[in-house]
């Protein structure tokens, strides 16, 4: 799950990863983004998963987001909340037989257990990036994850004439902490999660 969520902003105070392309509506400009209460976008906000599988190969795979919130307030970052659900049944990898597999017993259960949750719990904003910590809930399982966030860039959103934003993320899980899947060393148990997380006004 470069994600999510990055959940992201604390940093309504984070520069941009990079400048955007000229012409683009939105810009790394932390002063676009005002307080308030912000829904996730779900078509633009994504956890892609990567792992070693069996030492032959890096394997990845992604989860959209299904819904929720992110609550700042950029003069009081630490206060910010981050809520973000993910459709586990709704994984996407390259082979539909693969995504049979993930999403069986053996691995995901999504007949049980067919989303995933982050919850902030809290956020750290240091100049360029902000520290996002909170609990990821995986099949009934909740652990402690801790997000690395850098803001990408804000502004009106051209189709729907609202105040969008987005931020970017990296974390790590082991496998092993949600039940998920074979035991090591036959598939490795870190996962890396890159996060690309949006966000648009309600």
Request: no cysteine; aromatic share 8%; hydrophobic share 45%.
């Amino acid at each position: 799950m470069r994600l999510l969520l990055a959940a992201l902003i604390a940093t309504a105070a984070v520069p941009a990863i990079a400048q955007a392309p000229a012409g683009l509506p939105g810009a790394p400009n932390k002063a676009l983004v005002t307080a308030g209460t912000y829904a996730v976008d779900p078509a633009h906000t994504q956890v892609t998963w990567t792992l070693n599988h069996m030492g032959f190969s890096m394997l990845s795979g992604q989860f959209g987001a299904q819904g929720g919130t992110l609550t700042i307030d950029p003069a009081k970052p630490a206060a910010t909340k981050l809520d973000v659900t993910f459709a586990i049944d709704q994984l996407s990898v390259t082979a539909e037989p693969f995504s049979h597999h993930l999403k069986s017993k053996d691995f995901f259960d999504v007949a049980t257990y067919p989303t995933a949750r982050f919850v902030s719990t809290g956020v750290v904003a240091n100049g360029t990036s902000a520290r996002i910590t909170g609990n990821l809930t995986i099949k009934n399982v909740t652990k402690p994850v801790t997000i690395d966030a850098t803001f990408v860039g804000a502004g009106t959103n051209p189709m729907n004439k609202k105040l969008n934003f987005g931020f970017r993320g990296t974390a790590s899980i082991k496998r092993s902490d949600f039940g998920l899947g074979y035991a090591t060393p036959i598939v490795a148990d870190d996962v890396k999660l890159d996060i690309n997380a949006a966000f648009t006004a309600q």
